[in-house]
């Protein structure tokens, strides 16, 4: 079991920046692959960044690659999502999300993640 509380969220003008952070419970941060997801109004909850185990590999959805950075600490317990230049068509709900799937390093479709955060909202004025 492990819950997820994200933060950092906020109001910003396009091309600024913000880091997201995500504090996740439980003594096997380490045995979870990690990713966030984005939902803006009246879409779907997409994918945008996820990090393996021990925070070697990353993978991006097209449209971040460049900008975003995912990072783990799991000494610390926690996941971050580095956001750059951002654009009005960032602006959603992030969640954090963990996977204990144990069969890839990390994942791109929901529904392998079994954790939630609740999350964090982003809004970016043009």
């Known amino acids: 079991q492990v819950q997820l509380v994200e933060s950092g969220g906020g109001l910003v003008q396009a091309g600024s920046s913000l880091r997201l952070s995500c504090a996740a419970s439980?003594?096997?941060?380490?045995?979870?692959?990690m990713g966030w997801f984005r939902q803006a109004p009246g879409k779907e909850r997409e994918f945008v960044a996820a990090v393996g185990r021990s925070g070697s590999n990353t993978y991006y959805t097209d449209s971040v690659k460049g900008r975003f950075t995912i990072s783990r600490d799991n000494a610390k317990n926690l996941v971050y999502l580095q956001m750059n230049s951002l654009k009005p068509e960032d602006t959603a709900v992030y969640y954090c999300?963990?996977?204990?799937?144990?069969?890839?390093?990390?994942?791109?479709?929901?529904?392998?993640?079994?954790?939630w955060g609740q999350g964090t909202q982003v809004t970016v004025s043009s």
């Open positions: 999300a963990a996977s204990g799937n144990p069969m890839r390093d990390y994942y791109v479709s929901r529904i392998h993640y079994g954790y």
């Open positions: 439980g003594r096997t941060f380490s045995g979870y692959a």
